[in-house]
């Protein structure tokens, strides 16, 4: 494994996305939907000073391994693995994880 712990991934993930944005940003939002073997990864960005998310990312190489490793970072006996992460960061550096069981 990559990561110790969730909040190194967590870390991780938000780094690689905000290395991801090339023009001035407000919040970065990444869905990942997780399967089995595979996880989709849907990214979107709000641009400075406008309010809908209207920015795609692609080609964020690292982002899949590091999704890949979270489900089992994040998973508990009760809850088991998650099947869907909203991940949100902000230009303030705050980032939360919200996980759908």
């Known amino acids: 494994m990559l990561f110790s712990d969730v909040v190194e991934c967590q870390e991780a993930i938000a780094m690689a ?9 407000e ?3 990444l869905v990942a939907d997780f399967y089995e073997d595979s996880v989709n990864i849907m990214i979107v960005y709000r641009p400075a000073g406008k309010a809908d998310f209207s ?14 490793e979270l489900p089992e970072l994040v998973s508990t006996p009760e809850k088991g ?3 869907k992460c909203i991940f949100t960061v902000h230009i303030d550096g705050r980032y939360k994880a919200d996980f759908t069981y």
């Open 81 to 83: 693995l998650p099947k």
């Open 27 to 29: 919040e970065i939002r």
């Open 55 to 68: 920015g795609n990312v692609i080609g964020v190489n690292e982002l899949s391994r590091y999704l890949f």
């Open 17 to 25: 996305l905000v290395r991801s944005i090339r023009e001035a940003w």
